[in-house]
C-alpha cells in the first residue's frame, strides 16, 4: 500500500511563505502522477496543483502565482512552495496522486494569522 508522509506546514503570518514536502513510499514514484490537496474547516478537500507525467503543471486559480510544485524522483519527494500566503490559505494540506487517490496520509497543517 502506498503510504503519503506530509510535512512542512505550521502557523505564518500573512505574507509569509512555507514549504511542503510529501514522500511517497513506492519503488514507481517516478511513473506517478501527482497532486496536492487541501482540506479548509468546513469545505470539501479540492485540488491546489496537479501535474502529470509529461505535462505542465496546473494550479487552482486561488493560488496561482503564489505557489510553485515540484518534484524530486530520486527522493521521492514532491514540495509545494508556497508564497505570499493569505488568511484563505488555511487548511490541512495532502499529497496524493492526481485524478484517482489513494488512501490519505495525516497530512500537514497549514495556518495563516496575524
Known amino acids: 500500500q502506498v503510504q503519503f508522509v506530509e510535512s512542512g506546514g505550521g502557523l505564518v503570518q500573512p505574507g509569509g511563505s512555507l514549504r511542503l514536502s510529501c514522500v511517497v513510499s513506492?519503488?514507481?514514484?517516478?511513473?506517478?502522477?501527482m497532486g496536492w490537496y487541501r482540506q479548509a474547516p468546513g469545505r470539501e478537500r479540492e485540488l491546489v496543483a496537479g501535474?502529470?507525467?509529461?505535462?505542465?503543471?496546473n494550479y487552482a486559480d486561488s493560488v496561482k502565482g503564489r505557489f510553485t510544485m515540484s518534484r524530486d524522483n530520486a527522493k521521492r519527494t514532491v514540495y509545494l512552495q508556497m508564497n505570499n500566503l493569505k488568511p484563505e490559505d488555511t487548511a490541512v494540506y495532502y499529497c496524493?496522486?492526481?485524478?484517482?487517490?489513494?488512501?490519505w496520509g495525516q497530512g500537514t497543517q497549514v495556518t495563516v494569522s496575524s
Open positions: 496524493n496522486r492526481l485524478g484517482s487517490t489513494w488512501d
Open positions: 513506492t519503488s514507481g514514484f517516478s511513473f506517478l502522477a
Open positions: 501535474k502529470a507525467i509529461g505535462s505542465s503543471t
